[in-house]
Structure formats: structure tokens, C-alpha cells
Nanobody, 123 residues
């Protein structure tokens, strides 16, 4: 399976961006998906996850109420709608796929990663 993330860019604080991740290869619906981010000098951190059916969604506390993850199994894509962006949201954002059925917050659970897309929020 291959993941292609897109949609990053430069935005002012308070603005919005929408990230997308296209999944190709093996059946998309067999994977739970997640978004992670890594800021300069920091470790990669969990942002959001969605299970295979879309019935379970989890967010990091830092993005709750501002970010929304969704998936379209017919189009093999997941999206991350990011609103009310803050300077501290600046990072490279990665989508990832996992065969696991729990602990989606843990990057060690993910088998496959996209190449990352840079989000820069100016204050």
C-alpha cells in the first residue's frame, strides 16, 4: 500500500487548511488510518485517527474541537480539516495506515507512512 499526502501550505493564525491522503494498493477499508505531525526539534506526535468503518475517531487534546478527520472508503482517501489554526500547529503532517485494531495513538502501530506535507501557520 502507498500513501500520498497533500494540502499543506502557509496560512495565517486563525485560518484553515484541508489535508488529504490518497491510499493506493491493497484494500483501503482494511486499514485504520491516522494523522501525525512532527515539528522541528520535536518528536512525532499523534493528531487524529479513524478506524476502518469511520465509527471510531480519536483526537489529541491539542486539536480537539478544531480538527476533523474523515474517510471516504469509495475514494480511498482520508482528510484532515484543520480550523482555527495556531502557530503551534506548524509541523510536517503525515498520514499513516495500520493493520492493528487498537491504540491508534501509538505511531509504533502503523505499518505504512506517507511522505508528509508541511503546514506553516504564521502568527
Amino acid at each position: 500500500v502507498q500513501l500520498q499526502a497533500s494540502g499543506g501550505g502557509l496560512v495565517q493564525a486563525g485560518g484553515s487548511l484541508r489535508l488529504s491522503c490518497l491510499v493506493s494498493g491493497r484494500a483501503f477499508s482494511s486499514y485504520a488510518m491516522g494523522w501525525f505531525r512532527q515539528a522541528p526539534g520535536k518528536e512525532r506526535e499523534f493528531v487524529a485517527s479513524i478506524n476502518r468503518s469511520g465509527g471510531r475517531i480519536d483526537y489529541a487534546d491539542s486539536v480537539k474541537g478544531r480538527f476533523t478527520i474523515s474517510r471516504d472508503n469509495a475514494k480511498n482517501t482520508i482528510t484532515l480539516q484543520m480550523n482555527s489554526l495556531k502557530a503551534e500547529d506548524t509541523a510536517v503532517y503525515y498520514c499513516a495506515a495500520t493493520d492493528y485494531y487498537y491504540n491508534y495513538w501509538d505511531p509504533q502501530r502503523y505499518n505504512t507512512w506517507g511522505q508528509g506535507t508541511l503546514v506553516t501557520v504564521s502568527s
